[in-house]
């Protein structure tokens, strides 16, 4: 759940430490605040890319996208709630859902459509694909299967060493998320017309910003770091000073041999609907059996 809110933490947090005034920067900070000032949070994430050869790319891009959702079980703001919220991330193509996972008092919720994955364009899908796609889809039926969380204690990795990388895993992130932080705090954010402000800055200056923690992992990796093209920008959008979303659009070179330069752009749309995140009724609760006989039947996909 914690990499679905890092176009937040970066666009939205870093540009209000790079606020040119007080002014400015109080508005910033309001902008902030509201992300967590209620007790529900929307995020629908969205992507685009654009240039020579892109087209493809895009078509794919134009069916998928992907929502966060977050609600408190007490009714409390969400920066009060600590651990005491219900999550839900689903993966759309069109206006039909491939991917529902719900987080719910501990337990996880799952629903699969397969049949999306045919709407999905240029995907190479050979008849006999689709053919165990259907398969599977009639055994899936549009159920909701229930995954307690005594399985996920008992499925998930418990031992020391475990442990210890995802430690490692969430200390580096911590490094990168601060390199990225203090490399947008020394730049400056400009105010749009529309509401909101943004940020501009060279791919190179990201790569060198964040070239201490990767020789960290990898001592040898500064050697073969040479100039690099490109830039990107920051976006945070506002209603007065709430946020209403952020984006990240990236600026560079195709490819050797491949004329002009790519745009790769994600953007989230942040709300507040007041959305509860309830457990689906009859779900189907997975047990270790079931457990291998779903392992089973995806593997033969």
């Known amino acids: 759940m914690r990499k679905t809110v890092l176009i937040l933490g970066v666009v939205v947090a870093s540009l209000g430490l790079s606020a040119c005034d007080s002014g400015t920067k109080a508005t910033i900070d309001s902008s902030i605040?509201?992300?967590?000032?209620?007790?529900?949070?929307?995020?629908?994430?969205?992507?685009?890319?654009?240039?020579?050869?892109?087209?493809?790319?895009?078509?794919?891009?134009?069916?998928?996208?992907?929502?966060?959702?977050?609600?408190?079980?007490?009714?409390?703001?969400?920066?009060?709630?600590?651990?005491?919220?219900?999550?839900?991330?689903?993966?759309?193509?069109?206006?039909?859902?491939?991917?529902d996972l719900r987080e719910i008092d501990s337990n996880l919720y799952v629903e699969l459509d397969l049949s999306t994955v045919s709407q999905i364009p240029g995907l190479p899908l050979t008849a006999q694909d689709q053919s165990e796609l259907g398969a599977l889809q009639l055994f899936l039926d549009g159920k909701w299967f229930e995954v307690p969380s005594k399985l996920l204690a008992s499925e998930l990795p418990t031992s020391t060493a475990a442990k210890a990388k995802v430690a490692q895993e969430q200390a580096i992130e911590r490094?990168?998320?601060?390199?990225?932080?203090?490399?947008?705090?020394?730049?400056?954010?400009?105010?749009?017309?529309?509401?909101?402000?943004?940020?501009?800055?060279?791919?190179?200056?990201?790569?060198?910003?964040?070239?201490?923690?990767?020789?960290?992992?990898?001592?040898?990796?500064?050697?073969?770091?040479g100039a690099v093209p490109g830039?990107?920008?920051?976006?945070?959008?506002?209603?007065?000073?709430?946020?209403?979303?952020?984006?990240?659009?990236?600026?560079?070179?195709?490819?050797?041999?491949?004329?002009?330069?790519?745009?790769?752009?994600?953007?989230?749309?942040v709300t507040h609907d007041n959305d509860a995140i309830v457990a689906p009724t009859n779900a189907t609760v997975i047990t270790p059996a079931l457990l291998q006989q779903l392992e089973g039947s995806a593997s033969s996909v």
């Open 33 to 99: 605040t509201s992300l967590g000032a209620q007790p529900d949070l929307q995020v629908h994430l969205t992507a685009s890319v654009s240039g020579t050869g892109t087209a493809e790319a895009q078509q794919v891009l134009n069916v998928v996208s992907m929502d966060a959702r977050y609600a408190t079980t007490s009714g409390n703001p969400l920066s009060q709630a600590k651990n005491m919220f219900d999550s839900e991330v689903i993966f759309n193509v069109g206006t039909k859902s491939l991917l």
């Open 175 to 225: 490094k990168i998320f601060d390199a990225l932080s203090k490399l947008i705090d020394d730049g400056h954010a400009t105010s749009l017309s529309s509401g909101g402000y943004s940020e501009t800055g060279t791919l190179e200056s990201v790569v060198k910003a964040l070239l201490p923690t990767i020789e960290s992992l990898d001592p040898s990796a500064g050697a073969s770091v």
């Open 231 to 269: 830039t990107y920008t920051l976006t945070l959008t506002n209603s007065g000073s709430v946020a209403t979303g952020g984006s990240i659009s990236i600026t560079a070179p195709e490819g050797s041999g491949s004329p002009g330069n790519a745009t790769v752009t994600l953007t989230a749309a």
